[in-house]
């Protein structure tokens, strides 16, 4: 089934200009930083909307690519349909047209996937990122997600960014569906969030010569990424350190890798402490201290404690952040 369709791809040249392409014929192009941003709640534990609002506009004054919106960080899970697709809906009506949309439509189900998808790019996303199906994870082999992404793909009005992120859904991307998958016309390249440098560059090299991108999921092993080959990367510190992280950019796009090694070493911990050690709680509680609003997540992930607050913040202040 997947052959037939690579050769039905070749011969429609690649669907050059709607999928994939932008009307210049140019790819989508993806360099660059962005915060897969959080989505705030009130007090009865409903979208805030004005927040989300605020945090946008303080956020488009920073030199990022674009944002991603519905990511991990973002809670997806906890919302409903309708909620998700308003709140990039409203991220696109403040946005800078110049900035860059990428939200995440991944269901359980291709099915809920294909209208998640088409509802997000009538919001007004540019691109999506799907994530890997999980609930299934048994049977969640190679096979299943190619398939799985080759009619979401098919479907989709704007390109796709592959998510692989087993951290989250227990479940990594294989490496053979990734390179299958590099050759749709609509699927431009891959957020890796795996922590795992060495996969990293062998995507790249084995995938160089289908105009294939790939962005790195932690700001924690950003230069290594770049030093391999990766695009860019979307990072949930940015939503807090996002100056310092586009200077990490810049200092390794041009080639400055002694200050940017300097630079990456005081990022470590602070992006551990809101990753791997405490999540999204931790994630919040920061923006906080940066002029930004976190406020509380949406059950049942619960607040930090007084304890893991003071840890949290002892790892920005340690690194000269605080």
Known sequence: MFLRRVLSWKCLGWR???????????????????????????????????????????????????????????????????????????????????????????????????????????AGAAAVMVITPCYYRGRMNSTAFIEHYTQVADASPVPVVLYSVPGNTALELPMDAILTLAQHPNIIGLKDSGNNITRIALIVHKTRNQDFQVLAGSAGYLLAAYSVGAVGGVCALANILGEPLCNLEKLCVGGQWEEARELQYRLIEPNTAVTQKFGIAALKEAMGWFGYYGGLCRAPLLPLTEAERKDLRNNFASNGWL
Request: with cysteine; aromatic share 6%.
């Open 16 to 122: 050059g200009f709607k999928q994939g392409r932008s009307i210049s014929g140019r790819r989508l192009d993806l360099r660059g930083i962005y915060p897969p941003i959080v989505t705030p709640f009130n007090q009865k534990g409903q979208v805030d909307y004005q927040q989300l609002e605020s945090n946008v506009q303080e956020l488009s004054k920073i030199p990022f690519r674009g944002l991603v919106v519905q990511g991990s960080n973002g809670e997806f899970v906890f919302l409903t349909s309708e909620e998700r697709v308003e709140v990039v809906r409203r991220v696109r009506q403040v946005l800078p047209e110049e900035k860059l949309l990428v939200a995440g439509s991944g269901c359980e189900s291709t099915e809920a996937t294909i209208v998640m998808t088409r509802n997000m790019a009538e």
